[in-house]
């Protein structure tokens, strides 16, 4: 008989112990533990200007270590825009894949049928390959990558981890791993760490593939298909499970540093529901929000929370100086004053938009000389001041669902199921 079997009879015979109704008395005085708050859906000083005078250096969406993109140095009127189309990528929305954005100036991306493709950031292709069998062709694998050099190192969900050469695509090696990956990959030293679908972390080396350590947290009966987040500082890296749990390791041994659990474990069975932002560092500070109505600062060097707040929200934030921004599902942009805690002003970026029944979602933002770009699940694009939160722009980028932008060598890159869209 399956676990899941089991589980399944459990859960029926728990929830129908006793045929007749039961009136339960109500203790006046008791306290209600872990209630679920409401998402925020009205702005709080909406007039109040706030002032951001620094520009983020460099190209932020390269080799990444922080995932937090900062002010970036990048404007557009929207007036030029082209395509590299590809097959399409399934469960598109539930997978979140990246672009990487490599240190020779191009693009390396995948189709839906497991390709690799290396193109300049004007989509000349350089070179496309395919290392899938037939048979993994048809599981339509979902690849994360990361640069080491010369080379790529790819870890894919259904459970292979390989190195090509970023000149030409050739293979160098490749090994299994035990289970599927589900999380972005980072370089730490002379490793690649990924997240896999049991909630355990691994380090592979990237010169033959070996594993060379791996972190075991605490895993749900039900896997969550939400693509998982990791970030690296110095040589701790730090990374965020299905079940909400934030962990700090070595990264020379795997060795713990400290754990936060952020969600109770009563709901542990519930655990499949929750939607976790990706998480960023900044100001010795790890922040995240999620599906619950949750925002959280952690203590980057001890794993203490500094603070929470209110902000349903699976959108990766973004931290300049002591300002945090982020924008809720409901269409709200939050900025918080990272010194208190506090909220500083709420904007309804929605306000000039007919939504009916809800159905119009942001699907990510960033920072750009003082405006936000907003991408949204209709193919459109919000420009706004993030000194006022006023609407300056509204933007046709596709007919579909449309990933956070991305902005590197002077152009935003934006990606669909089906095509990557460069505006200048």
Same mark, same amino acid.
């Given at each position: 008989?399956? !676990? ?6 459990? *859960? ?9 109704? !039961? ?11 872990? +209630? ?98 037939? !048979? +993994? !062709? ?104 299905? *079940? ?85 599902? +409901? ?17 309804? *970026?929605?306000?000039?938009? +007919? ?70």
């Amino acid at each position: 008989m399956s !676990k899941f079997f089991l589980f399944l009879v459990l *859960i029926l015979f728990l929830s129908n112990c006793g045929f007749k109704d !039961k009136k339960v008395e109500q203790n006046p005085n008791a306290i209600t533990l872990f +209630e679920k708050s409401k998402p925020i859906e009205q702005e709080l000083n909406p007039t109040l200007n706030i002032k951001i005078s620094t520009i983020t250096k460099g190209e932020p969406f390269l080799s990444s270590n922080s995932n937090n993109s900062g002010n970036l140095d990048f404007n557009s009127n929207f007036e030029n825009a082209f395509s590299y189309k590809f097959s399409t990528i399934d469960q598109f929305k539930f997978n979140q894949p990246e672009i990487l954005f490599t240190e020779d100036n191009s693009l390396v991306f995948f189709t839906g049928k497991g390709e690799i493709f290396k193109t300049s950031t004007d989509f000349e292709e350089y070179w496309k390959v395919n290392h899938y069998t037939k !048979k +993994e !062709k048809k599981l339509k694998p979902i690849l994360y990558f990361a640069q080491s050099g010369t080379d790529i190192l790819v870890l894919d969900n259904l459970s292979k981890v390989y190195s090509i050469k970023l000149e030409t695509g050739e293979l160098n090696w490749t090994i299994e791993s035990k289970v599927g990956f589900n999380s972005n990959a980072k370089i730490i030293k002379n490793s690649v760490v990924a997240v896999d679908f049991d909630n355990v972390i691994r380090a592979f080396s990237v010169k033959d593939g070996k594993e060379l350590w791996n972190f075991d947290t605490d895993n749900p009966f039900i896997k969550s298909q939400k693509k998982l987040s990791l970030v690296t500082k110095g040589e701790v890296v730090f990374f965020i499970n299905s *079940i909400g749990d934030v962990t700090a390791l070595n990264a020379n041994d795997g060795s713990l540093v400290w754990q936060t659990p952020t969600q109770s474990t009563l709901i542990f069975q519930d655990a499949f529901t929750l939607e976790n932002s990706d998480i960023i560092f900044a100001n010795d500070t790890i922040y995240f929000s999620n599906n619950r109505n949750e925002f959280f600062a952690i203590d980057a060097r001890s794993g203490v929370l500094k603070y929470k707040q209110t902000i349903n929200s699976r959108l990766r934030p973004t931290v300049i100086e002591d300002y945090v921004f982020s924008i809720s599902k +409901e269409g709200f942009l939050f900025v918080i004053d990272d010194k208190t805690g506090n909220v500083l002003r709420i904007t309804n *970026i929605f306000k000039n938009i +007919e939504n009916k029944k809800n159905q119009i979602e942001p699907t990510g933002f960033i920072l750009a000389q003082n405006k936000i770009y907003v991408s949204l699940n209709n193919g459109k694009l919000i420009k706004l001041n993030a000194v006022s939160g006023n609407e300056e722009g509204f933007y046709k980028i596709g007919k579909s669902r449309i990933n956070r932008p991305n902005v590197f060598d002077d152009g935003m890159f934006i990606l669909k199921s089906n095509a990557i869209i460069k505006v200048e």
